[in-house]
């Protein structure tokens, strides 16, 4: 994954930022499928956050470390909530505005060049767990959070159950994937806003079934917290 495969989107926060309405991005998967998503969804509050959120953000506890973290919005209420929270994220526009958002510790990085350990919880929300890429890309980052937890610190990621959705388009994907021999949760798309396009990102949703039995290999505990009627699910993972 490189930042310049999320350039139209940070673009695009920037702009939505400074004062610009109706913004959307557009994402093309590489089947030919395209689709729009309003940017306003980034800037959401928490009386906008789903149950799942909400549920999520309960459970996190002392130093807090937000993956993917966007434009802040978790972080922010964390911060509220008096939680010592360290937001990173690659966009460096989506960094720039969390800092004028008032959010204390912000790192314009991806996770395996922060400079630091010891969090109590790992939070990866809105699926953001996806920059794994696919299911190797999963191991590597859970035997990574090995070494910034504390001993009983846990990671606390949303996904959705792909397996699960009976949406054509959907279905259509994944017997694809299958006989490309790729995981049927893998989704390769670019992102484009104006006349900018992003480079091609290859995106990891989990199902709760897989990641149950890769935890398991890596002598994690993994429990699903609860799903939604959409099919996304929220789950914890501790040593």
């Not at 004062?19 to 590489?30: A, H, M, N, W």
């Amino acid at each position: 994954m490189t930042k310049k495969a999320y350039e139209p989107f940070g673009v695009a926060l920037e702009d939505f930022y400074n004062g610009k309405k109706g913004i959307e991005v557009t994402l093309f998967r590489d089947d030919g499928i395209e689709w729009n998503v309003p940017i306003e969804y980034f800037f959401r509050g928490p009386k906008n956050f789903s149950n799942i959120e909400k549920q999520a953000l309960q459970l996190c506890k002392g130093r807090v470390l937000d993956i993917g973290a966007g434009v802040g919005p978790h972080a922010l209420e964390l911060q509220k909530l008096g939680l010592e929270v360290y937001a990173i994220d690659i966009s460096s526009h989506a960094c720039r505005i969390m800092k004028k958002r008032g959010i204390k510790n912000v790192q314009c990085t991806d996770c395996y060049n922060l400079k630091m350990d010891s969090f109590d919880t790992i939070l990866l929300l809105g699926r953001s767990i996806g920059f794994v890429e696919n299911l190797n890309g999963m191991k590597k980052f859970l035997s990574y959070c090995k070494t910034l937890l504390n001993p009983e610190g846990n990671i606390i990621l949303d996904s959705i159950d792909f397996p699960s959705i009976k949406e054509q388009i959907i279905v259509d994907y994944q017997e694809r994937n299958r006989k490309l021999g790729k995981y049927s949760g893998v989704t390769i798309f670019q992102m484009k806003y104006k006349n900018n396009i992003g480079d091609k990102i290859q995106n990891l949703q989990i199902d709760p079934d897989t990641l149950k039995q890769i935890t398991l290999e890596m002598g994690l505990s993994c429990k699903i917290l609860g799903k939604d009627e959409n099919e996304n699910y929220l789950a914890i993972i501790s040593p």
